[in-house]
């Protein structure tokens, strides 16, 4: 069994500063700390998925650095368009996952059950990413080297499309050529994005794509083809990829706030399965019990 939490899209500012002028990216990002630091199932690791910060500046990566502390498991960055590789080497090298030399900050996360690859498919200075021929060179050797074990990628640009235009025009480039990489690999449970804060699902190459919402601000959901994009405050969220070796791999979207509940499911006297003690999912009893007290 293997639990990830998937958060992405942060936006980190220095502290006090808001993303766009509009978004307390600090704020959330505690909040979406707070909300797996308290899920009943504690997550084995957390991958954030790129733009982790705004702007890449090192105060940013400080700050966030500072934010995930009171996270029990260990924590996998991933650069996106927001971020510049250089800071998070200097403010997060020390921690042993990012490679040092070299341009790319991929790596991979060999200590659980299932397989992480996390790939870097950031092109300095740009907002699309790219999958270049080192870069699936890169890939195709890490894939090459557990054939069949399960494994997830992670990567901030999706290379699939979304229905999102404005979006998508700014998705990972040169993905043929990753879809053909994959097709056959039926080791591979999934392709993990993000980039597009908003929960997206695709079946691609022969398995399946995913985008994890962001824990900030969310991209409108417009599937008129246009070319601005605009973001709102919809209720923000992460992804728990929860992974079983009888059944691959299952992705909840847990959404952070506080909201009302929980309430136990009492079954009122005419639901079709009253008497059916299997088909209750909490307590038969206390569903007869309060059925006798309003008779
Ligand atoms: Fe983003
Ligand atoms: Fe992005």
Redesign the pocket.
């Known amino acids: 069994m293997t639990l990830i939490a998937q958060i ?2 942060m ?1 980190i500012r220095p502290s006090g500063k808001k993303a766009y002028g509009v978004v307390d990216t600090e704020a959330m990002l505690r909040a979406a700390v707070a909300s797996i630091a308290a899920q009943p199932r504690q997550p084995n690791l957390v991958v954030a998925s ?2 982790l910060t705004d702007c890449g500046l090192v105060e940013e990566y400080e700050l966030l650095h500072d934010i995930l502390k009171p996270l029990a498991m260990p924590v996998y960055l991933l650069p ?3 971020d510049r590789r250089e800071n998070m080497r200097l403010v997060f090298g020390d921690q042993g996952y990012l490679p040092m030399n070299g341009e790319h900050l991929h790596y991979t996360v060999e200590d659980q059950a299932l397989r992480i690859i996390a790939l870097d498919t950031v092109v300095a200075g740009k907002g699309h990413g790219e999958m270049d021929t080192p870069r699936l060179a890169w890939l195709r050797a890490r894939l090459d080297e557990q054939p069949d074990r399960p494994t997830i990628i992670f990567m ?1 640009h999706p290379p699939f499309p979304t229905g999102l235009q404005h979006m998508d025009s700014i998705n990972c480039r040169n993905a043929p050529a990753m879809a053909e990489l994959l097709r056959g690999r039926a080791n591979v449970e999934r392709v993990a994005c ?4 908003r929960s997206i699902q695709i079946r691609w190459a022969g398995t399946i794509g995913s985008v994890a919402p ?1 824990v900030a601000h969310q991209v409108v959901l417009d599937l008129q083809p246009h070319d601005d994009a605009t973001f709102n405050m919809e209720p923000p969220g992460y992804h728990l990829h929860l992974w079983q070796p009888d059944a691959g791999l299952i992705t909840h979207t847990a959404f952070i706030g506080h909201f009302a509940g929980p309430y136990p499911f009492l079954l009122d006297p005419d639901y079709p399965a009253f008497k059916d003690k299997d088909a209750a999912p909490v307590s038969h009893a206390a569903a007869a019990a309060a059925a006798q007290k309003s008779r």
Not at 194 to 197: A, I, N, T, W
């Open positions: 992405t899209d936006h790129g733009d996106g368009n927001h901030h993000g980039h597009h804060h962001s």
